[in-house]
């Protein structure tokens, strides 16, 4: 026990790096972790994973409240409504089955992983909202926080695209923004959870505190590393951790068929390609236009 419990703290520093890097992504790492190497059941992992993501993502606003990167009164509505989400979310678990929240989480995993990879598109010349309209705030956070509710994923990696693509805000405030609004839910959700579930709270605290250490290691990275390179590379570890989420709710019988495997893997090379050419293409037309541009 002590060798798996050594190494869960370990890798938990990955949880607080990706938080600390980009803004989420620590409970699509935390469940997995707390499932298959601590050996949690699913429901006490996913109730453990928005602990230590809330009390990580509230240590990692410190740094960027101190550099204006937060946007308070969206944070704080969005948050509310989250929680509110989350909690309702936390409570519903209790009558799903384990291994549908697993397959829940896995699939969330997959739509993070696509949206990571494919990217943001610039919004050039779109005027940056100061506020958010509050009703699609509500309505938005509400959702979210059901997700994270239920299967204890799905927060940052649906807060920051929300600010960024409907608010207009620069990446690094809706960051920073997200961090509030994860925190809220995550221990909105926490309280959902604890009504039918019950935490080794020596087991969270250890966690927690590799993941706290994690995130400042990942404040200090931060912008060292090229954004594309880094969601990329994230992107793709989260396909496979995905894939092999949703490969353990199957049947034993097809689990463990060789010729899943093989299909599962000419999938992901096949996808691997398809995204290598097109940025190829991105690459092109994005020179193609600045030499059109050059020449007029």
């Given at each position: 026990?002590?060798?798996?419990?050594?190494?869960?703290?370990g890798l938990?520093?990955l949880?607080?790096?990706?938080?600390?890097?980009l803004?989420?992504?620590?409970?699509i790492l935390?469940?997995?972790?707390?499932?298959?190497?601590?050996?949690?059941?699913?429901?006490?992992?996913?109730?453990?994973s928005?602990l230590?993501?809330?009390?990580?993502s509230?240590?990692?606003?410190?740094?960027?409240?101190?550099?204006?990167?937060?946007?308070?009164?969206?944070?704080?509505?969005?948050?509310?409504a989250?929680m509110?989400?989350?909690?309702?979310?936390g409570?519903?678990?209790?009558?799903?089955?384990a291994?549908?929240?697993?397959?829940?989480?896995?699939?969330?995993m997959?739509?993070?992983?696509?949206?990571?990879?494919?990217?943001?598109?610039?919004?050039?010349?779109?005027?940056?909202a100061?506020e958010l309209p509050?009703?699609?705030?509500?309505?938005?956070?509400?959702?979210?926080g059901?997700?994270?509710?239920?299967v204890?994923?799905g927060?940052?990696?649906?807060?920051?695209?929300a600010?960024?693509?409907?608010?207009?805000?620069?990446?690094?405030v809706?960051?920073?923004?997200?961090?509030?609004?994860?925190?809220m839910?995550?221990?909105?959700?926490?309280?959902?959870?604890?009504s039918?579930?019950?935490?080794?709270?020596g087991?969270a605290?250890?966690?927690?505190?590799?993941a706290?250490?994690?995130?400042?290691?990942?404040?200090?990275l931060?912008?060292?590393?090229?954004?594309?390179?880094?969601?990329?590379?994230?992107?793709?570890?989260?396909?496979?951790?995905?894939?092999?989420?949703?490969?353990?709710?199957?049947?034993?019988?097809?689990?463990t068929?060789p010729l899943?495997w093989?299909?599962?893997?000419?999938?992901?090379?096949v996808a691997?390609?398809?995204t290598?050419?097109?940025?190829?293409?991105?690459?092109?037309?994005a020179d193609?236009?600045?030499?059109?541009?050059?020449r007029?």
């Amino acid at each position: 026990m002590s060798g798996s419990l050594a190494l869960t703290v370990g890798l938990a520093v990955l949880i607080g790096i990706s938080l600390g890097l980009l803004g989420g992504g620590g409970s699509i790492l935390a469940v997995p972790l707390l499932v298959y190497v601590a050996d949690l059941p699913a429901k006490e992992a996913i109730a453990t994973s928005l602990l230590v993501v809330g009390v990580t993502s509230a240590v990692g606003v410190l740094p960027h409240a101190r550099a204006g990167r937060i946007r308070w009164r969206t944070g704080l509505v969005f948050g509310a409504a989250g929680m509110a989400g989350a909690y309702a979310g936390g409570r519903l678990a209790e009558f799903v089955p384990a291994g549908l929240l697993l397959t829940g989480f896995a699939l969330m995993m997959l739509a993070t992983a696509v949206a990571m990879i494919r990217g943001r598109r610039p919004a050039a010349g779109k005027p940056v909202a100061h506020e958010l309209p509050v009703p699609r705030v509500v309505l938005d956070g509400v959702v979210v926080g059901l997700v994270t509710g239920l299967v204890g994923a799905g927060g940052g990696f649906l807060v920051v695209p929300a600010l960024a693509l409907l608010g207009g805000l620069p990446m690094p405030v809706a960051v920073g923004t997200s961090l509030v609004v994860i925190a809220m839910k995550s221990f909105a959700g926490l309280a959902g959870y604890l009504s039918s579930v019950s935490i080794d709270w020596g087991l969270a605290a250890a966690v927690t505190a590799a993941a706290v250490v994690g995130s400042l290691l990942g404040g200090r990275l931060a912008g060292r590393i090229p954004e594309d390179v880094l969601r990329k590379a994230f992107g793709w570890f989260v396909v496979v951790m995905g894939v092999f989420v949703l490969a353990q709710q199957l049947p034993d019988q097809v689990r463990t068929s060789p010729l899943l495997w093989f299909a599962l893997g000419l999938a992901l090379a096949v996808a691997v390609g398809l995204t290598a050419w097109r940025g190829r293409l991105r690459r092109r037309q994005a020179d193609h236009d600045l030499v059109a541009t050059g020449r007029r």
